[in-house]
């Protein structure tokens, strides 16, 4: 049979590779998935493919591998889809009814890229110094590492945040936000600190990184940024 709906749970870096794979198996019809940390990797399969219906997906699903053939499924959450090519706009109702029909709790998203700007803020304050200092997401909070950058970290990206979507969020906000989820996630290993500690490539690029590149387009300077990536890649 077709492939009805592929959904495409690679690491971002790995998106345009593995399409390049697979959708010349697949109906032109068929809608694609992508389930990426970040941002970047989106974009990107969309201005390559932008005659395919192509939507993303933001989850706080959590899950793990502690070892390649044991998955955990670390907390339930929400799932929101949106689209980012103008064909998928009419497969966005049938892909929720889809998902949802595994179990997941799924949303229809207008606004897919902002709702995937917040969790890029969430994972900008929290995985690179949980891969950094080699420990689960809550103990970020009581280290010298974030307690000296969260700060600037916070005061880069409100500033980025307003510049690539007009929207207006204090640094202070930010902050909270992130803590939030540290807390609510303590004892979670991130999928950058995993990525670390099997040897992996992280996702840095796509997550603080991207940050960098947006500041670069913004002429916005992104020092805490550039030096997370900087330190997260020498590892």
């Not at 970290?153 to 909270?176: D, F, G, N, V």
């Not at 020092?223 to 990536?229: A, D, E, G, I």
Request: one cysteine or more; proline letters at 5%.
């Amino acid at each position: 049979d077709a492939i009805s709906l592929l959904l495409v749970t690679t690491k971002a870096g790995d998106s345009i590779a593995s399409l390049e794979a697979w959708l010349p198996r697949i109906p032109e019809d068929t809608p694609v998935v992508l389930f990426q940390n970040g941002l970047g990797s989106q974009q990107s399969v969309a201005e390559r493919w932008p005659e395919r219906p192509i939507l993303a997906a933001s989850t706080t699903e959590g899950a793990n591998r502690p070892s390649p053939d044991v998955l955990v499924h670390a907390g339930a959450g929400d799932t929101w889809v949106g689209t980012l090519t103008a064909s998928a706009a009419e497969h966005t109702t049938r892909v929720v009814q889809r998902l949802a029909e595994t179990g997941l709790r799924v949303h229809a998203e207008e606004n897919i890229l902002r709702r995937l700007w917040q969790k890029l803020v969430v994972n900008a304050g929290i995985n690179p110094f949980t891969a950094l200092l080699d420990c689960p997401n809550g103990d970020i909070l009581g280290a010298s590492l974030y307690k000296q950058n969260i700060d600037g970290l916070c005061h880069e990206i409100s500033l980025l945040l307003q510049a690539e979507t007009r929207e207006i969020i204090a640094p202070l906000i930010l902050q909270e936000r992130i803590e939030a989820v540290a807390k609510h996630t303590a004892s979670n290993t991130s999928s950058m600190r995993a990525d670390v500690r099997a040897g992996r490539k992280t996702e840095i690029d796509f997550i603080n990184g991207y940050l960098v590149q947006c500041g670069k387009r913004h002429a916005i300077a992104t020092p805490v940024n550039q030096m997370l990536v900087e330190r997260v890649q020498a590892l």
